[in-house]
């Protein structure tokens, strides 16, 4: 009985074992159509799925589109887009031919007493358009990005508008985040690097695009230069072209007689220093060029104005020819400058008398400094001329009430020391405005070189507008909110009121005296 039991138990046994490594079999060869455990393909644990598994896992792991963050902005970057792609065949033939193909009896064997295979991790396998990524990056900037303003000075030049700050992306810092996240099975999220922007402080450039828009609407030319007197920081428009000298050339005649005389101008020179800057008179500026020869001869006068500008480095300023004269033999009619040199000459300029707008600016800042007690002018004329005659100068200019062109562009009770000139074709105005928010050169002009004439209607009020641009850039806070063309017409109302009443006192002071003298006279016998 007991070996019979014995034997039952053996066939149980075995019968049992049997089953088992079947079984085991049956689940060993199963498994052979699967990836061995310890398989990483693309940092993606791939054990034990089928290669389609395995395919759809690195798929949906590396394909789906990566999330990048525009500050709070949410953005999607699909990979079709970016030209984003993955090698699975390749990736997992890798794995496979790491693991090598083992008999299958000995793997089996491995199998069933559950020996580790030698883990195997294989490398991702991608690659994208970077160009097209950046500019994919690039279109999400140019949408999002919000670039600090320049302050502005409006158009019709009445406010202004503060600059404001802004932010923008760095591409370059921000392209190795959304790259990494390109290239991880989770976590596929950027966030791009943002720079804040402070908003830009007021400078000179501010002013410019306002300045270049007034000028564009003219047909002609303009030119502009303008000097910050505190800092000596320089805007120009066009500052460089030759221009007609026009009166505005006279300034150099005041330098030019002060220099030559020693102390104060006595009476006939004082009139005729005001009836040239006041009055604009080329009779008195031809007289005042005797004073500066130190002889009288216009000719010669004319020529110490060149040499003087040429030793102050103005050396596109000149004058050949005295105001109202003509040519003569044995005297220059004209120079070469490197302005009138320039090719294809935008301007038309007098070829008797000519500056630059940049030069004449150039030459206010000088009278300045000099008044101040510095600049170029005591630097080139040390105890030729003194600060004092500078300020006498600056105090002549401010006198001149004609030619409002500067001055209409400013409030009334500012001062402006300014020349102004104009011939058929150009209209100019050059001057320094001792304004409240600070002291500042403006030189200005306006030529048509293709027309025989330029109308006051169109060249003025485009000069008063550039003067009043100017100066509410100098007084952001408290700038010139009245139309120019109203100054002038209140102005011009004034000064008809003012000769009406003084033709009328004439009137009446004529009548009393032939009253009185008809009551005084003896009557015929």
């Given amino acids: ?23 085991q079999l049956f689940l060993y060869n199963y498994a052979r159509a699967l990836i061995p455990q310890g398989t990483a393909v693309a940092n993606l644990d791939v054990s034990g799925l089928s290669r389609q598994e395995a395919t759809e896992l690195l798929n949906q792991s590396y394909l789906t589109p990566i999330i990048v963050y525009y500050r709070e902005e949410r ?15 390749n990736m997992l033939n890798q794995a496979e031919a790491a693991h090598g193909e083992p008999d299958f009896w000995q793997g089996f064997v491995e199998y069933l007493f559950k020996r580790a295979l030698e883990p195997v991790s294989i490398d991702l396998q991608a690659s994208h358009d970077r160009a097209a990524l950046i500019e994919r990056l690039q279109t999400i900037a140019n949408f999002l990005d919000k670039p600090a303003k320049e302050p502005q000075l409006l158009a019709a030049s009445t406010t202004f508008q503060a600059g404001e700050a802004g932010y923008v992306m760095n591409l370059d810092a921000s ?59 320089e805007l ?18 005041f330098v030019e007689a002060y220099r030559a005389i020693d102390g104060p ?22 007289l005042l060029l005797h004073v500066a020869a130190g002889q009288n001869n216009t000719y010669e006068g004319a020529a110490v104005i060149t040499e003087s500008a040429r030793r102050l480095g103005l050396v596109n300023t000149f004058m050949a020819i005295p105001y109202d004269a003509n040519p003569v033999p044995n005297r220059p009619s004209t120079y070469v ?11 038309r300029p007098d070829s008797a008398m000519q500056t630059t707008a940049e030069e004449m600016g150039t030459l206010l800042g000088m009278i300045y400094h000099c008044a101040k007690g510095g600049g170029g002018l005591l630097a080139v004329y040390p105890g030729e001329i003194t600060p004092d005659e500078c300020q006498a100068i600056i105090d002549l200019m401010i006198r001149n009430e004609e030619g409002n062109l500067i001055r209409f562009g400013v409030p009334e009770d500012v001062p402006v ?23 500042y050169v403006i030189v200005e002009y306006v030529t048509a070189p293709d027309s025989d004439w330029l109308p006051y209607e169109i060249g003025f009020p485009i000069l008063r507008e550039v003067s009043r641009a100017t100066y509410n850039y100098f007084n952001i806070n408290n700038p010139n909110l009245e139309n120019p063309e109203d100054r002038s017409k209140r102005e011009a109302a004034a000064r008809a009121a003012a000769e009406a009443a003084a033709l009328e006192e004439s009137a009446a002071a004529t009548a009393t005296a032939e009253t009185e003298a008809a009551a005084t006279a003896t009557p015929e016998p």
């Fill in 417 to 439: 020391s300014h020349k102004h000139g104009w011939d058929f074709v150009t209209h100019g105005d050059a001057g320094i405005v001792f304004s409240p928010g600070g002291d």
């Fill in 75 to 89: 953005t999607e970057i699909s990979m079709d887009e970016i030209g984003f792609q993955i090698d699975v065949e």
């Fill in 1 to 23: 009985m007991l070996k019979a039991i014995q034997r039952f138990l053996t066939i149980t046994f075995l019968i049992l074992g049997l089953l088992f490594l079947g079984y």
């Fill in 175 to 233: 392209l190795p985040a959304v790259e990494d996240a390109l290239y991880r099975p989770d976590n596929r999220e950027a966030h791009l690097i943002i720079n804040a922007q402070d908003a830009p402080q007021f400078s000179l450039e501010s002013l410019r695009a306002n300045l270049e828009g007034q000028l564009d609407a003219f047909s002609g030319v303009g030119s502009v230069f303008i000097m910050d007197l505190q800092t000596g920081d």
């Fill in 265 to 286: 101008p006595d009476a006939f020179t004082q009139g005729l220093f005001e009836d040239t800057a006041i009055r604009s008179s080329n009779y008195g500026a031809n």
């Fill in 337 to 347: 400058t490197p302005a009138n040199s320039q090719p294809d000459l935008p301007t």
């Fill in 236 to 253: 120009g428009i066009n500052e460089d072209v030759a221009i007609s000298g026009l009166s505005i050339l006279k300034i150099l005649i």
